[in-house]
Nanobody
């Protein structure tokens, strides 16, 4: 098990940038594939981006490709989501999650990102 705490969410204008952070507890952070997900009001939670334990394998949702960048610092037990060119439709609660098997079974509490038009 790993505990996750997200931070960095806030109100930002359209076109702006934010960097979200997710700090993880535990000594085996590099064993976990990490993902970012988001949930907008009235919508289901959706995948945003994921990164493998060593950072060599990365995937993005089509809606954020070219605008968002996921990265990790295993020495700091932290995964990041750099979000550029933000749009109002990016407004959501953003969650980080960890998995060392087939499913994401460790979740943070979420951080609110609001993009104003």
């Amino acid at each position: 098990q790993v505990q996750l705490v997200e931070s960095g969410g806030r109100l930002v204008q359209a076109g702006g940038s934010l960097r979200l952070s997710c700090a993880a507890s535990g000594r085996t952070f590099n064993n976990y594939r990490m993902g970012w997900f988001r949930q907008a009001p009235g919508k289901e939670r959706e995948f945003v981006a994921a990164i493998s334990g060593n950072g060599g394998n990365i995937h993005y949702a089509d809606s954020v490709k070219g605008r968002f960048t996921i990265s990790r610092d295993n020495a700091k037990n932290t995964v990041y989501l750099q979000m550029n060119s933000l749009k109002p439709e990016d407004t959501a609660v953003y969650y980080c999650a960890a998995r060392d098997g087939g499913v994401y079974d460790n979740w943070g509490q979420g951080t609110q990102v609001t993009v104003s038009s």
